[in-house]
Antibody, heavy 119, light 107 residues
Framework: QVQLVQSGAEVKKPGASVKVSCKAS????????IHWVRQAPGLGLECIGM????????TYAQKFQGRVTMTRDTSTSTVYMDLSGLKSEDTAVYYC????????????WGQGTLVTVSA | DIQMTQSPSSLSASVGDRVTITCRAS??????LAWYQQTTGKVPKCLIY???RLESGVPSRFSGSGSGTEFTLTISSLQPEDFATYYC?????????FGQGTKVEIK
């Protein structure tokens, strides 16, 4: 069955970087785009960006450009999201989710990774 | 970015009630809209995609309608497991954007 398994919770200091992974299984890795979505405590959902695992091309939401980098490793079917310059407002649960085309509804989600930014 | 405005932001209802949630887009998005259900501490679950298509395994009491800028999610007879927060998502223009959510609570 389709699974997106994310890395564990992280605690970081302001100004640091965090790298979250998302390992895919149960389907052909390169045929689905992977997006990253975050949810601050008690708040709504916000898209960060996406990667095409086939060619590694990325698109980032303007709010995160310059701070986020998404990469993939096709040998392990894993996507990574690196967010730098962390601020307390970046405290959130970060989800990876897949879509069949670059703009589509998200059909499977990872379990989420809590990133806490605190001095 | 396209703004998605949901209403109401919260509602109280009883088991068996008919519930309607509305989502309005700041520009035309054709049928590129999905509805998600999220219970506390859980991953969002897709209920409806392409504005009205029911995701596999989702009960038929859930239905979606609308196109262009106005969309509706209807629960025909609210069940105990339906108390959750519901989000709409547009995926017509990048970045995809969510509504702010509608919390459905027990009356």
């Amino acid at each position: 069955q389709v699974q997106l398994v994310q890395s564990g919770a992280e605690v970081k200091k302001p100004g640091a970087s965090v790298k979250v992974s998302c390992k895919a299984s149960g389907y052909t890795f390169i045929t689905y785009y992977i997006h990253w979505v975050r949810q601050a405590p008690g708040l709504g959902l916000e898209c960060i960006g996406m990667i095409n695992p086939d060619d590694g091309s990325t698109t980032y939401a303007q709010k995160f450009q310059g701070r986020v980098t998404m990469t993939r490793d096709t040998s392990t079917s894993t996507v990574y999201m690196d967010l730098s310059g962390l601020k307390s407002e970046d405290t959130a649960v970060y989800y990876c989710a897949r879509t069949y085309t670059w703009l589509a509804s998200f059909d499977f989600w990872g379990q989420g990774t809590l990133v806490t930014v605190s001095a | 970015d396209i703004q998605m405005t949901q209403s109401p932001s919260s509602l109280s209802a009883s088991v068996g009630d008919r519930v309607t949630i509305t989502c309005r887009a700041s520009q035309v998005i054709r049928h590129d809209l999905a509805w998600y259900q999220q219970t506390t501490g859980k991953v969002p679950k897709c209920l409806i995609y392409a504005a009205y298509r029911l995701e596999s395994g989702v009960p038929s009491r859930f239905s979606g309608s609308g196109s262009g800028t106005e969309f509706t999610l209807t629960i025909s007879s609210l069940q105990p497991e339906d108390f959750a927060t519901y989000y709409c998502l547009q995926h017509n223009v990048y970045p995809p954007t969510f509504g702010q959510g509608t919390k459905v609570e027990i009356k």
